[in-house]
């Protein structure tokens, strides 16, 4: 089974530029989230689809944080502008569906500097 | 106070100690996981546990669900274990994960 593919795997972008990140989850998974993971804590979740719905975007800052995930397969995450403390990895994650018998299926991340 | 505690936060060992690695949590939970993330960045899950006790090789995880914790520990600890060890819950509910903040580990040879 493949797993849950991510691009770039590093990013470099100076403040005030735009950036997008792209998951691929594992073949028939119906849920995936985005986390953002800054140096030393835990991953911080931004958003969660169930297929093409968002389920949870309340810790997205929507001001300059977008994502979508149109087919309900792929999504992309988009942050314009950028700001320093932006500098993060971000991990995507998919799941069967979800529910308490669904273990979260990690990528290996984006990291992004903000400079 | 985060809901989801480590301890410790950082642990350096020699190649074939014994290690053990602590979480404890203030929520009603569904399940707990135990997740290694290496230096690359990417998470691999370890065990989800909801109760009693669960054994991978040289990993075992336990759980005490009146006692709101859990441990993960390593036998014959090798260099390749090195990584973090992250602790996180899942709300009974919504089945969000909260994550704890990671034990650093680095095992010498």
């Known amino acids: 089974e493949a797993g849950v593919a991510q691009s770039p795997r590093y990013k470099i972008i100076e403040k005030r530029q735009s950036v997008a990140f792209w998951c691929n989850p594992i073949?028939?998974?119906?849920?995936l989230y985005w986390y953002q993971q800054i140096l030393g804590q835990g991953p911080k979740l931004l958003i969660q689809f169930q297929n093409n719905g968002v389920v949870d975007d309340s810790q997205l800052p929507k001001d300059r944080f977008s994502a979508e995930r149109l087919k309900g397969v792929d999504s992309t995450l988009k942050i314009q502008p950028a700001k320093l403390e932006d500098s993060a990895v971000y991990l995507c994650?998919?799941?069967?569906?979800?529910?308490?018998?669904?273990?979260?299926?990690f990528g290996n991340g984006t990291r992004l500097t903000v400079t | 106070k985060n809901e989801v505690e480590q301890s410790p936060q950082n642990l350096t060992a020699q190649e074939g100690e014994f290690i053990t690695i602590n979480c404890s949590y203030s929520?009603?939970?569904?399940?707990l996981h135990w997740l290694q993330q290496h230096p690359g960045g990417g998470i691999v899950s370890l065990f989800m546990?909801?109760?009693g006790k669960k054994k991978h090789g040289r990993l075992i995880a336990t759980i005490n669900i009146q006692e709101k914790h859990s441990s993960l520990h390593i036998t014959a600890s090798h260099p390749r274990d090195s990584a973090v060890y992250i602790c996180?819950?899942?709300?009974?509910?919504?089945?969000?994960?909260?994550f704890g903040t990671g034990t650093r580990l680095k095992v010498l040879a």
């Open positions: 546990l909801s109760s």
């Open positions: 929520v009603g939970i569904s399940a």
């Open positions: 996180a819950v899942t709300h009974p509910g919504t089945y969000k994960y909260i």
């Open positions: 073949s028939g998974h119906a849920t």
């Open positions: 994650a998919s799941s069967l569906d979800g529910g308490p018998g669904s273990p979260l299926h």
